[in-house]
Protein backbone atom coordinates (compact mmCIF):
# COMPACT_ATOMS: atom_id res chain seq x y z
CA UNK A 1 0.00 0.00 0.00
CA UNK A 2 2.67 2.12 0.72
CA UNK A 3 4.23 2.06 -2.67
CA UNK A 4 1.02 3.14 -4.41
CA UNK A 5 1.01 5.83 -2.09
CA UNK A 6 4.22 7.13 -3.35
CA UNK A 7 3.52 6.47 -7.04
CA UNK A 8 0.61 8.35 -6.75
CA UNK A 9 2.40 11.26 -5.15
CA UNK A 10 4.49 11.33 -8.43
CA UNK A 11 1.18 12.17 -10.10
CA UNK A 12 0.25 14.38 -7.69
CA UNK A 13 3.19 16.45 -8.41
CA UNK A 14 2.74 16.60 -12.02
CA UNK A 15 -1.09 17.39 -11.56
CA UNK A 16 0.50 19.91 -9.47
CA UNK A 17 3.00 21.19 -11.80
CA UNK A 18 0.18 21.17 -14.63
CA UNK A 19 -1.98 23.41 -12.68
CA UNK A 20 -0.41 25.78 -11.21
CA UNK A 21 -0.56 28.18 -14.15
CA UNK A 22 -3.97 28.32 -14.51
CA UNK A 23 -5.16 30.82 -11.49
CA UNK A 24 -2.16 32.79 -12.67
CA UNK A 25 -3.69 33.44 -16.05
CA UNK A 26 -5.74 37.11 -14.16
CA UNK A 27 -1.84 38.14 -13.31
CA UNK A 28 -0.11 37.54 -16.58
CA UNK A 29 -3.35 39.73 -18.63
CA UNK A 30 -2.51 41.77 -16.14
CA UNK A 31 1.16 42.27 -17.16
CA UNK A 32 -0.01 43.16 -20.99
CA UNK A 33 -0.55 40.09 -22.37
CA UNK A 34 -3.82 39.24 -24.32
CA UNK A 35 -6.32 37.31 -23.50
CA UNK A 36 -6.06 35.11 -27.00
CA UNK A 37 -2.21 34.89 -25.73
CA UNK A 38 -2.95 34.19 -22.24
CA UNK A 39 -5.62 31.13 -23.68
CA UNK A 40 -2.98 30.09 -26.13
CA UNK A 41 -0.66 29.42 -23.08
CA UNK A 42 -2.74 27.98 -21.07
CA UNK A 43 -3.22 25.13 -23.86
CA UNK A 44 0.34 25.25 -25.02
CA UNK A 45 0.94 22.28 -22.93
CA UNK A 46 -1.40 19.99 -25.18
CA UNK A 47 1.31 20.42 -27.63
CA UNK A 48 3.29 18.24 -25.06
CA UNK A 49 0.77 16.33 -23.84
CA UNK A 50 -1.39 14.97 -26.40
CA UNK A 51 1.99 13.30 -28.21
CA UNK A 52 3.53 12.18 -24.74
CA UNK A 53 -0.16 10.61 -23.76
CA UNK A 54 0.45 8.59 -27.05
CA UNK A 55 4.32 7.31 -26.78
CA UNK A 56 4.42 6.75 -23.25
CA UNK A 57 2.13 4.08 -22.65
CA UNK A 58 4.25 1.69 -25.26
CA UNK A 59 7.14 3.03 -24.02
CA UNK A 60 6.76 1.82 -20.31
CA UNK A 61 6.04 -1.51 -22.03
CA UNK A 62 9.17 -1.97 -23.43
CA UNK A 63 11.28 0.11 -20.59
CA UNK A 64 8.82 0.05 -17.19
CA UNK A 65 6.91 1.81 -15.44
CA UNK A 66 9.67 3.43 -12.91
CA UNK A 67 12.02 4.85 -15.31
CA UNK A 68 9.02 6.60 -17.53
CA UNK A 69 7.40 7.67 -14.34
CA UNK A 70 10.77 9.05 -12.71
CA UNK A 71 11.09 10.93 -16.37
CA UNK A 72 7.91 12.62 -15.96
CA UNK A 73 8.34 13.81 -11.79
CA UNK A 74 11.89 15.22 -13.60
CA UNK A 75 10.34 16.81 -16.62
CA UNK A 76 7.47 18.40 -14.71
CA UNK A 77 10.68 19.49 -12.39
CA UNK A 78 12.32 21.44 -15.59
CA UNK A 79 9.18 22.89 -16.44
CA UNK A 80 8.86 24.58 -12.97
CA UNK A 81 12.52 26.20 -13.64
CA UNK A 82 11.66 27.16 -16.68
CA UNK A 83 7.87 29.01 -16.19
CA UNK A 84 10.01 30.53 -13.21
CA UNK A 85 12.15 32.25 -16.18
CA UNK A 86 9.02 33.74 -17.86
CA UNK A 87 10.44 37.23 -16.91
CA UNK A 88 12.52 36.99 -19.76
CA UNK A 89 10.30 36.22 -22.62
CA UNK A 90 7.00 34.48 -23.25
CA UNK A 91 8.87 31.70 -24.91
CA UNK A 92 10.01 30.73 -21.40
CA UNK A 93 6.58 30.49 -20.70
CA UNK A 94 5.85 28.70 -23.85
CA UNK A 95 8.71 26.49 -23.15
CA UNK A 96 7.51 25.55 -19.94
CA UNK A 97 4.44 24.84 -20.71
CA UNK A 98 5.09 22.34 -23.10
CA UNK A 99 7.44 20.18 -20.91
CA UNK A 100 4.53 20.45 -18.66
CA UNK A 101 2.52 18.66 -20.40
CA UNK A 102 4.89 15.90 -21.60
CA UNK A 103 5.03 15.27 -17.05
CA UNK A 104 1.49 15.63 -16.80
CA UNK A 105 1.31 12.87 -20.02
CA UNK A 106 3.55 10.12 -17.92
CA UNK A 107 1.41 10.99 -15.03
CA UNK A 108 -1.58 10.26 -16.43
CA UNK A 109 -0.69 7.07 -18.85
CA UNK A 110 2.33 5.44 -16.95
CA UNK A 111 1.41 6.95 -13.30
CA UNK A 112 -1.83 5.73 -13.19
CA UNK A 113 -1.33 2.17 -14.69
CA UNK A 114 1.69 1.88 -11.97
CA UNK A 115 -0.71 3.08 -8.98
CA UNK A 116 -3.06 0.53 -9.84
CA UNK A 117 -0.82 -2.13 -10.76
CA UNK A 118 0.84 -1.82 -7.08
CA UNK A 119 -2.59 -0.89 -5.47
CA UNK A 120 -3.52 -4.35 -6.80
CA UNK A 121 -0.36 -6.06 -5.45
CA UNK A 122 -1.13 -4.76 -2.25
CA UNK A 123 -4.31 -7.05 -2.27
CA UNK A 124 -6.48 -4.17 -3.18
CA UNK A 125 -8.90 -4.35 -6.59
CA UNK A 126 -8.44 -2.66 -9.91
CA UNK A 127 -11.43 -0.32 -9.95
CA UNK A 128 -9.64 0.92 -6.38
CA UNK A 129 -6.54 1.54 -7.87
CA UNK A 130 -7.99 3.58 -11.06
CA UNK A 131 -10.13 5.41 -8.55
CA UNK A 132 -6.87 6.20 -6.74
CA UNK A 133 -4.51 7.32 -9.30
CA UNK A 134 -7.23 9.49 -10.44
CA UNK A 135 -8.39 10.89 -7.03
CA UNK A 136 -4.40 11.98 -6.28
CA UNK A 137 -4.20 13.65 -9.80
CA UNK A 138 -7.03 15.89 -9.33
CA UNK A 139 -5.60 16.47 -5.88
CA UNK A 140 -2.52 17.77 -7.74
CA UNK A 141 -4.68 19.74 -10.34
CA UNK A 142 -6.20 21.36 -7.11
CA UNK A 143 -3.52 21.74 -4.77
CA UNK A 144 -1.09 23.33 -7.81
CA UNK A 145 -3.46 25.60 -8.14
CA UNK A 146 -4.75 26.63 -4.74
CA UNK A 147 -1.21 27.32 -3.56
CA UNK A 148 0.17 28.83 -6.85
CA UNK A 149 -3.11 31.60 -6.92
CA UNK A 150 -2.86 32.31 -3.02
CA UNK A 151 1.43 33.05 -3.13
CA UNK A 152 1.27 35.14 -6.43
CA UNK A 153 -1.57 37.25 -4.37
CA UNK A 154 -0.03 37.81 -1.35
CA UNK A 155 3.10 36.72 -1.64
CA UNK A 156 6.59 38.13 -3.00
CA UNK A 157 7.80 37.43 -6.44
CA UNK A 158 4.68 36.07 -8.18
CA UNK A 159 5.99 35.30 -11.25
CA UNK A 160 8.60 32.83 -9.65
CA UNK A 161 7.64 31.93 -5.79
CA UNK A 162 5.14 29.67 -6.94
CA UNK A 163 7.06 27.61 -9.27
CA UNK A 164 9.73 27.96 -7.03
CA UNK A 165 7.68 25.84 -4.58
CA UNK A 166 6.51 23.06 -7.12
CA UNK A 167 10.13 22.98 -8.05
CA UNK A 168 11.38 21.80 -4.42
CA UNK A 169 8.00 19.25 -3.72
CA UNK A 170 8.40 17.65 -7.34
CA UNK A 171 12.82 16.91 -5.89
CA UNK A 172 12.17 15.72 -3.16
CA UNK A 173 9.10 13.54 -4.95
CA UNK A 174 11.73 12.78 -7.65
CA UNK A 175 13.75 10.68 -5.09
CA UNK A 176 10.92 8.66 -3.46
CA UNK A 177 9.73 7.44 -6.57
CA UNK A 178 13.12 6.26 -8.17
CA UNK A 179 13.08 3.59 -5.83
CA UNK A 180 9.75 1.68 -6.22
CA UNK A 181 9.55 -1.05 -7.10
CA UNK A 182 8.86 -2.28 -10.81
CA UNK A 183 5.55 -4.11 -11.96
CA UNK A 184 5.70 -4.40 -15.80
CA UNK A 185 5.90 -7.90 -16.52
CA UNK A 186 9.12 -8.51 -18.45
CA UNK A 187 7.54 -11.19 -20.44
CA UNK A 188 4.59 -9.19 -21.39
CA UNK A 189 5.39 -8.58 -25.68
CA UNK A 190 4.22 -5.22 -26.62
CA UNK A 191 1.00 -4.52 -28.32
CA UNK A 192 0.83 -4.26 -31.57
CA UNK A 193 -1.72 -1.43 -33.14
CA UNK A 194 -3.84 -3.63 -35.59
CA UNK A 195 -4.50 -5.88 -31.90
CA UNK A 196 -5.30 -2.74 -29.80
CA UNK A 197 -8.41 -4.87 -28.78
CA UNK A 198 -9.98 -1.74 -26.39
CA UNK A 199 -9.19 0.84 -28.60
CA UNK A 200 -10.93 -1.18 -31.71
CA UNK A 201 -13.76 -1.87 -29.22
CA UNK A 202 -17.72 -0.51 -29.70
CA UNK A 203 -17.68 0.46 -26.28
CA UNK A 204 -14.72 2.71 -26.75
CA UNK A 205 -15.85 4.22 -29.33
CA UNK A 206 -19.22 4.69 -28.77
CA UNK A 207 -19.67 5.44 -25.22
CA UNK A 208 -15.85 6.68 -23.95
CA UNK A 209 -14.89 8.66 -26.90
CA UNK A 210 -17.95 10.96 -27.06
CA UNK A 211 -17.40 12.07 -23.48
CA UNK A 212 -13.81 12.10 -23.04
CA UNK A 213 -13.12 15.76 -24.36
CA UNK A 214 -15.51 17.21 -22.07
CA UNK A 215 -13.74 16.16 -19.24
CA UNK A 216 -11.09 19.00 -19.01
CA UNK A 217 -13.64 20.85 -21.38
CA UNK A 218 -16.06 21.38 -18.48
CA UNK A 219 -12.65 21.89 -16.01
CA UNK A 220 -11.22 25.02 -18.80
CA UNK A 221 -14.65 26.87 -19.23
CA UNK A 222 -15.12 27.06 -14.87
CA UNK A 223 -11.47 28.14 -14.25
CA UNK A 224 -10.63 29.86 -17.60
CA UNK A 225 -13.66 31.71 -19.17
CA UNK A 226 -15.70 31.88 -15.95
CA UNK A 227 -13.32 34.64 -14.41
CA UNK A 228 -12.55 36.13 -17.64
CA UNK A 229 -16.47 36.59 -18.11
CA UNK A 230 -16.93 38.53 -14.27
CA UNK A 231 -13.66 40.08 -14.33
CA UNK A 232 -15.32 43.61 -14.39
CA UNK A 233 -16.43 43.06 -11.29
CA UNK A 234 -13.35 41.67 -9.21
CA UNK A 235 -11.35 44.91 -8.58
CA UNK A 236 -8.28 43.85 -7.15
CA UNK A 237 -9.38 40.40 -6.39
CA UNK A 238 -9.52 38.71 -9.47
CA UNK A 239 -6.75 36.88 -8.78
CA UNK A 240 -8.41 35.58 -5.86
CA UNK A 241 -11.27 34.80 -7.17
CA UNK A 242 -9.48 32.93 -10.08
CA UNK A 243 -7.72 30.89 -7.39
CA UNK A 244 -11.27 30.38 -5.70
CA UNK A 245 -13.22 29.11 -8.90
CA UNK A 246 -9.92 26.20 -9.62
CA UNK A 247 -10.12 25.24 -5.99
CA UNK A 248 -13.43 24.85 -6.08
CA UNK A 249 -14.13 22.98 -9.57
CA UNK A 250 -11.32 20.45 -8.75
CA UNK A 251 -12.05 20.34 -4.91
CA UNK A 252 -15.78 19.04 -5.75
CA UNK A 253 -14.06 16.72 -8.68
CA UNK A 254 -12.10 15.47 -5.88
CA UNK A 255 -14.90 15.06 -3.54
CA UNK A 256 -17.20 13.32 -5.51
CA UNK A 257 -15.30 10.81 -7.58
CA UNK A 258 -16.58 8.16 -4.57
CA UNK A 259 -19.81 9.16 -5.75
CA UNK A 260 -18.80 7.89 -9.02
CA UNK A 261 -17.37 4.66 -8.23
CA UNK A 262 -20.97 3.64 -7.09
CA UNK A 263 -22.50 4.97 -10.00
CA UNK A 264 -20.60 2.78 -11.90
CA UNK A 265 -22.60 -0.18 -13.07
CA UNK A 266 -21.55 -3.17 -15.31
CA UNK A 267 -24.49 -3.24 -17.46
CA UNK A 268 -24.58 0.15 -18.78
CA UNK A 269 -23.07 3.55 -18.79
CA UNK A 270 -25.12 4.51 -16.17
CA UNK A 271 -22.20 6.98 -14.46
CA UNK A 272 -20.86 8.28 -17.61
CA UNK A 273 -24.14 9.40 -18.62
CA UNK A 274 -25.00 11.23 -14.92
CA UNK A 275 -21.40 12.86 -15.97
CA UNK A 276 -22.85 14.25 -19.21
CA UNK A 277 -25.69 15.62 -17.43
CA UNK A 278 -24.32 17.36 -14.98
CA UNK A 279 -21.84 18.57 -18.09
CA UNK A 280 -25.11 20.10 -20.06
CA UNK A 281 -26.46 21.80 -16.80
CA UNK A 282 -22.89 23.39 -15.39
CA UNK A 283 -22.86 24.78 -19.12
CA UNK A 284 -26.59 25.85 -19.23
CA UNK A 285 -25.22 28.31 -15.78
CA UNK A 286 -22.55 29.47 -17.76
CA UNK A 287 -24.73 31.02 -20.12
CA UNK A 288 -26.53 32.50 -17.44
CA UNK A 289 -23.23 33.93 -16.03
CA UNK A 290 -22.25 35.10 -20.03
CA UNK A 291 -25.42 37.23 -19.73
CA UNK A 292 -25.89 38.27 -16.04
CA UNK A 293 -21.74 38.45 -15.47
CA UNK A 294 -22.14 37.25 -11.79
CA UNK A 295 -19.28 36.46 -9.75
CA UNK A 296 -21.82 34.29 -7.62
CA UNK A 297 -23.53 32.48 -10.54
CA UNK A 298 -20.03 31.76 -11.67
CA UNK A 299 -18.96 29.64 -8.63
CA UNK A 300 -22.10 27.90 -8.87
CA UNK A 301 -21.49 27.06 -12.83
CA UNK A 302 -17.66 26.02 -11.71
CA UNK A 303 -19.21 23.93 -9.20
CA UNK A 304 -21.50 22.24 -11.11
CA UNK A 305 -18.57 21.52 -14.04
CA UNK A 306 -16.30 20.21 -11.40
CA UNK A 307 -19.34 17.99 -10.64
CA UNK A 308 -19.31 16.42 -14.02
CA UNK A 309 -15.12 17.07 -14.31
CA UNK A 310 -14.70 13.86 -11.21
CA UNK A 311 -17.69 11.95 -12.48
CA UNK A 312 -17.12 11.85 -16.01
CA UNK A 313 -13.07 11.19 -15.12
CA UNK A 314 -13.67 8.08 -12.78
CA UNK A 315 -16.07 6.64 -14.80
CA UNK A 316 -14.25 6.74 -17.96
CA UNK A 317 -11.35 5.04 -16.32
CA UNK A 318 -13.66 2.45 -14.87
CA UNK A 319 -15.21 1.87 -18.20
CA UNK A 320 -11.11 1.04 -19.10
CA UNK A 321 -10.63 -1.18 -16.72
CA UNK A 322 -12.86 -3.29 -18.53
CA UNK A 323 -12.44 -2.96 -21.93
CA UNK A 324 -8.24 -3.23 -22.11
CA UNK A 325 -5.97 -6.43 -20.54
CA UNK A 326 -3.27 -5.42 -18.46
CA UNK A 327 -0.57 -5.09 -20.77
CA UNK A 328 -2.80 -2.47 -22.99
CA UNK A 329 -3.90 -0.55 -20.12
CA UNK A 330 -1.11 2.72 -20.10
CA UNK A 331 -1.82 3.03 -24.03
CA UNK A 332 -5.83 3.17 -23.90
CA UNK A 333 -5.41 5.22 -20.53
CA UNK A 334 -3.32 7.53 -22.89
CA UNK A 335 -5.30 7.84 -25.55
CA UNK A 336 -8.23 8.51 -23.54
CA UNK A 337 -5.96 11.05 -21.40
CA UNK A 338 -5.50 12.39 -25.20
CA UNK A 339 -8.80 12.97 -25.78
CA UNK A 340 -9.59 14.55 -22.45
CA UNK A 341 -7.05 16.81 -22.97
CA UNK A 342 -8.13 18.08 -26.88
CA UNK A 343 -11.35 19.60 -24.68
CA UNK A 344 -8.51 22.27 -22.64
CA UNK A 345 -8.34 23.92 -26.28
CA UNK A 346 -12.15 25.22 -25.46
CA UNK A 347 -11.05 28.23 -24.02
CA UNK A 348 -8.84 29.16 -26.83
CA UNK A 349 -11.16 28.64 -29.51
CA UNK A 350 -13.98 30.79 -27.81
CA UNK A 351 -11.53 33.39 -27.30
CA UNK A 352 -10.84 33.72 -31.22
CA UNK A 353 -14.83 32.76 -32.14
CA UNK A 354 -15.79 35.84 -29.38
CA UNK A 355 -14.67 38.16 -32.54
CA UNK A 356 -17.89 36.69 -34.59
CA UNK A 357 -20.03 35.80 -31.40
CA UNK A 358 -20.83 36.73 -28.28
CA UNK A 359 -19.95 34.01 -25.46
CA UNK A 360 -23.94 33.56 -24.82
CA UNK A 361 -24.21 31.62 -28.03
CA UNK A 362 -20.70 29.88 -27.59
CA UNK A 363 -21.48 28.27 -24.40
CA UNK A 364 -24.86 27.69 -25.56
CA UNK A 365 -24.04 25.98 -28.84
CA UNK A 366 -21.70 24.14 -26.24
CA UNK A 367 -24.34 22.87 -24.16
CA UNK A 368 -26.57 21.62 -27.47
CA UNK A 369 -22.95 19.48 -28.91
CA UNK A 370 -23.44 18.20 -24.80
CA UNK A 371 -26.73 16.84 -25.04
CA UNK A 372 -25.90 15.73 -28.97
CA UNK A 373 -22.97 13.56 -27.27
CA UNK A 374 -25.19 12.54 -24.28
CA UNK A 375 -27.93 11.13 -27.02
CA UNK A 376 -25.05 9.14 -28.85
CA UNK A 377 -24.09 7.87 -25.35
CA UNK A 378 -27.34 6.91 -24.33
CA UNK A 379 -27.98 4.82 -27.68
CA UNK A 380 -25.28 2.53 -26.50
CA UNK A 381 -25.21 2.67 -23.12
CA UNK A 382 -26.42 -1.01 -23.08
CA UNK A 383 -24.87 -2.17 -26.03
CA UNK A 384 -21.15 -4.04 -26.75
CA UNK A 385 -20.76 -4.46 -23.23
CA UNK A 386 -16.95 -6.44 -22.06
CA UNK A 387 -17.54 -9.95 -20.64
CA UNK A 388 -18.62 -9.79 -17.75
CA UNK A 389 -20.59 -6.62 -17.87
Known sequence: ????????????????????????????????????????????????????????????????????????????????????????????????????????????????????????????????GARRAALWLTLGFGLGAGVAGVLAQWAPAPGVLPYGVHAVLALAVLGAVAFLPETRDPDAVPVRASRRLGLRHPRFRRVVSPMAPWIFGSAGIAYAVMPQLVGDHLGRWGLAYSTLLTVATLGVGAAIQPLAKRLDHLSSARAVLVGMVMMAVGLGVSVVVALVRSPVVALVAAIVLGAAYGIAMVSGMLELQRLAPPEELPTLTGVYYALAYSGFLLPSILAVLSAVASYTVLLGGLAVIALLGMTVILRHSRRHLPLGG
Do not use: K
Open 1 to 128: MRHAHVAAAGVLVCGWGGNQFTPLLVMYRETGFSVVTVDALLGAYVVGLVPGLLLAGPLSQRLGRRPVMTSGAALSLVASVLLALGGLGVGWIAAGRLITGLGVAVAMSVGTTWVTELSVRAGETHAT
